[in-house]
C-alpha cells in the first residue's frame, strides 16, 4: 500500500483486527521510509455495481458517499461513528444482495432516508430536504406531517396538549 505521506511504493502492516460490526478488516500501517503511520480499511466487495442516475448518466458506486451523506445529515447529534457505519454497510449488502449490477440512484437514497428514519428523526428530515429538493414551505409542511406518525412521542405530545 503505497504511504499517503510520501509516497512510497511499500508500507508495513502493524496490527490488523476486525471492525465492531465485523463487515471491515481496520489495519494500521506505518511508512518504512518516512516513519508515517495511517489506517486503512479491507472491505468485501460482492461484485462492481455502477450507479445509474436520474439522467441516465452512470457512474462507478462508491460507499463512502452513501457515509458522507449520511454523516452530513447527522452533523451534531448525538449519533456515534458506529451506528452510522453499521447503518451504511447495511445499505451496501442490501444493495449488493439485490443482485443488480445497475443500482438506481433513487433507490440508494430511498435505502439512506430508510437508515436515517431509524437512527434519528432529525438526520432525516436534513437529509429528506435535499433529497426531496422541497421548493416551497408547504412541501416541506406535508412531509413533517409524515414524519410526525414515525415519532411516537410526537403523537403522543399531540394528544396531550
Known sequence: ???????????????????????????????????????????????????????????????????????????????????IERAASGIVRQLEAGGEADIPSVLIGERVMKALAQIDLVGYIRYASVYKDFRKPGDFNEFLDEVKSLDPAASSAENTG
Not at 479491507?42 to 458522507?68: C, H, N, P, S, Y
Open 1 to 83: 500500500m503505497r504511504c499517503p505521506f510520501c509516497s512510497h511504493d511499500d508500507s508495513q502492516v502493524k496490527d490488523s483486527r476486525p471492525t465492531d460490526d465485523n463487515a471491515a478488516i481496520r489495519r494500521r500501517r506505518v511508512c518504512p521510509a518516512c516513519g508515517g503511520r495511517f489506517t486503512t480499511f479491507e472491505r468485501v466487495q460482492l461484485r462492481d455495481m455502477t450507479v445509474v442516475k436520474a439522467g441516465g448518466r452512470r457512474q462507478v458506486f462508491d460507499r463512502d458517499k452513501i457515509l458522507r451523506s449520511m454523516q452530513v445529515a447527522l452533523r451534531k447529534r448525538p449519533v456515534p461513528i458506529e451506528d
